[in-house]
């Protein structure tokens, strides 16, 4: 599975950016999709995650900003992110998770987004 990430970029404090991201390949048994982030100097936590079924699971430096949703015909996940902070500065992962006989897990290329204040 290839993950294609986009939408990263520059935005002000208390601006809004969405990000996308594409699977393509063996999708087949595609299960969780999700976002995580990494910041300077610091590891790299979940922000948001949604299931193919659509069950959605915020961290609390996403909920009431973020908004996660998926596109499971064109097996995209998007993040909407809203109201951001220098503190959302950070390269941006697009996560999935393939569930066969074995689970495998999956990792974008990461987008950049930085936010200045």
């Known amino acids: 599975v290839q993950l294609q990430a986009s939408g990263g970029g520059l935005v002000q404090a208390g601006g809004s950016l969405g990000l996308s991201c594409t699977a393509a390949?063996?999708?087949?048994?595609?299960?969780?999709m999700g976002w995580y982030r990494q910041a300077p100097g610091k590891q790299r936590e979940m922000v948001a995650i949604i299931t193919s079924d659509g069950t959605i699971r915020y961290e609390d430096v996403a909920k009431g900003r973020f908004t996660i949703s998926r596109d499971n015909g064109k097996n995209t996940v998007y993040l909407q992110m809203n109201n951001l902070s220098p503190e959302d500065t950070a390269v941006y992962y697009c996560?999935?998770?393939?569930?066969?006989?074995?689970?495998?897990?999956?990792w974008g290329q990461g987008t950049q987004v930085t936010v200045s204040s």
């Open positions: 390949g063996s999708t087949f048994g595609l299960n969780v």
């Open positions: 996560n999935a998770v393939v569930v066969t006989t074995v689970r495998r897990v999956y």
